[in-house]
């Protein structure tokens, strides 16, 4: 079973690039998220979905962007790229708000 | 505003020891508590989740439990083994006024067991 997705696992962009973080899952699960993990910060929620075509704002939706047109799929999207996105980035997804969420195994994203 | 806090941040047993994880949670109106398992480079692991109205889940030799009352969870790992070692955090999800609640995250506690 695949679980969740993303791709890549490792990037390097430079100030003011913009990329596109991808996350797909095959378990058919209702709610998808994004976090980012920093050092000593623990995980910030950036977007999440209850469903294809509905998304909404976390904690620190600043400079990122998110779509939902299909259950399986929520990429995330980088626009103009800043040293304070450095960061590791998880998507997950669960089937409802009571039930385990699965994590992908992370992008480790560096911007200089 | 709900804040979850994980002691020990690291923990250093030998092989066979049973220990406890500790959580705890500011805000008792909760939905669930989760607890994960990272390992270095990797994503998180759902390992155990308790509902509110449950005080405790087992899983093999994990147990967790929860009092709401208190604002606590624990993660008991029984027969420690080298293999466990990795960072523990645990989840409290929250009423927020969103279709998802919050899910709250505590910072961890890094278990490592030696032979």
């Known amino acids: 079973n695949a679980g969740v997705t993303q791709t890549p696992k490792f990037r390097i962009l430079k100030i003011g690039q913009s990329m596109t973080l991808q996350c797909t899952q095959d378990?058919?699960?209702?709610?998808m998220y994004w976090y980012r993990q920093d050092p000593g910060m623990g995980l910030k929620l950036i977007y999440y979905?209850?469903?294809?075509?509905?998304?909404d704002k976390g904690e620190v939706p600043n400079g990122y962007n998110v779509s939902r047109s299909t259950t399986e799929d929520f990429p995330l999207r980088l626009e103009l790229a800043a040293p304070s996105q450095t960061s590791v980035y998880f998507c997950a997804s669960s089937y409802s708000v009571g039930e385990k969420l699965f994590f992908g195994s992370g992008t480790q994203l560096s911007v200089l | 505003k709900q804040e979850v806090t994980q002691i020990p941040a690291a923990l250093s047993v030998p092989e066979g020891e049973n220990l406890v994880l500790n959580c705890s949670f500011t805000d008792s109106a909760i939905y669930n508590l989760q607890w994960f398992r990272q390992d270095p480079g990797k994503g998180l692991t759902s390992l155990l989740l308790i509902q509110s109205s449950q005080r405790e889940q087992t899983s093999g030799r994990l147990n967790a439990s929860l009092d709401k009352s208190s604002g606590r969870s624990t993660l008991y790992i029984a027969a420690s083994q080298p293999g466990d070692s990795a960072t523990y955090l645990c989840a409290v999800r929250s009423p927020s006024g969103t279709s998802y609640g919050k899910l709250t995250f505590g910072q961890g506690t890094i278990l490592t067991v030696h032979p």
């Open positions: 979905s209850v469903g294809a075509g509905i998304t």
């Open positions: 378990m058919n699960h209702n709610y």
